[in-house]
């Protein structure tokens, strides 16, 4: 067999034990727009489904990025998790409006922070109800701009995130509970206190790391117990092997659009 002949098998393997990757689109499928409020600037890339139909309702999915993609590029913020909703099945079989928001450089999507200790191990403070950050408030204010839209379907709109997305999740589920028919927060973390608004109001689907040394996987540990504690039924995916990368692992879940899609407000 020629070395052109092993390259084409061993591609045409891959793409059939992991569907995902093949037939994928380019990010630059995803439109720009800006929600501008006084103060509030949110840059965020949207992507509409195949065929799109105004006169129809769609599902409405937000994802938050972590801190890494913060900026006002209005592109960083699509570093992770965009091939699956570009996948043409999943385009096809689940179709949904996707919104990618941007945190500024300076922002932060929860109203927690984080420090160091003297070993250099970072420590986090998420604290009970408070005001949202000046990011959270632009992002409240795009997603009504979104709901606004005649052809969203409010009774299917979804959030995630991985790592600072993920405690902006948890933040967003406390904030808007009876807006959010399902939701997956992936590394992230949050005060357990907040639970009991939405426990028993959003279904929740939780990712971690076993070895994430950023957001250790007890703060995901934590939201899983209060959130049963509070009468909830969360889903919990525990990596064994994964760092703080979980977010691969998590967005390559056969199970997640599925999951998602089959909760409605």
Not at 47 to 70: C, M, Q, W
Not at 183 to 197: T, V
Not at 228 to 235: L, N, Q, S, V
Request: hydrophobic letters at 40%; aromatic letters at 12%.
């Amino acid at each position: 067999m020629t070395a052109k002949k092993i390259l084409l098998s061993g591609i045409l393997g891959l793409s059939l034990l992991f569907p995902f990757l093949s037939k994928a689109q380019n990010t630059s499928s995803f439109d720009r727009g800006t929600y501008i409020n006084k103060t509030d600037t949110i840059p965020y890339r949207f992507l509409f489904p195949e065929n799109f139909d105004p006169t129809k309702k769609y599902a409405l999915i937000f994802v938050l990025h972590g801190s890494g993609e913060r900026g006002n590029n209005n592109e960083a913020q699509l570093k992770y998790g965009t091939q699956l909703f570009l996948n043409d099945t999943i385009r096809a079989k689940y179709p949904a409006i996707v919104v990618y928001p941007q945190c500024p450089g300076n922002g932060w999507w929860s109203n927690g922070g984080m420090k160091k200790d003297s070993s250099g191990k970072i420590i986090w403070n998420f604290v009970e109800g408070g005001k949202p950050t000046p990011a959270m408030e632009g992002l409240l204010g795009l997603i009504s701009q979104w709901l606004d839209k005649p052809y969203v379907d409010k009774h299917r709109v979804y959030v995630g995130g991985l790592s600072m997305g993920g405690m902006g999740t948890f933040e967003l589920l406390r904030r808007r509970p009876d807006l959010f028919a399902a939701a997956f927060p992936i590394c992230g973390g949050d005060n357990g206190l907040n639970a009991k608004i939405y426990a028993k109001k959003v279904p929740v689907w939780i990712f971690h790391g076993a070895k994430d040394d950023v957001v250790s996987p007890d703060h995901s540990i934590i939201m899983v117990n209060a959130i049963k504690a509070a009468g909830g039924e969360p889903k919990f995916t525990l990596y064994p092997n994964d760092g703080h990368n979980s977010w691969n692992d998590a967005f390559a879940e056969p199970d997640l659009i599925p999951w998602l899609f089959s909760h409605k407000k």
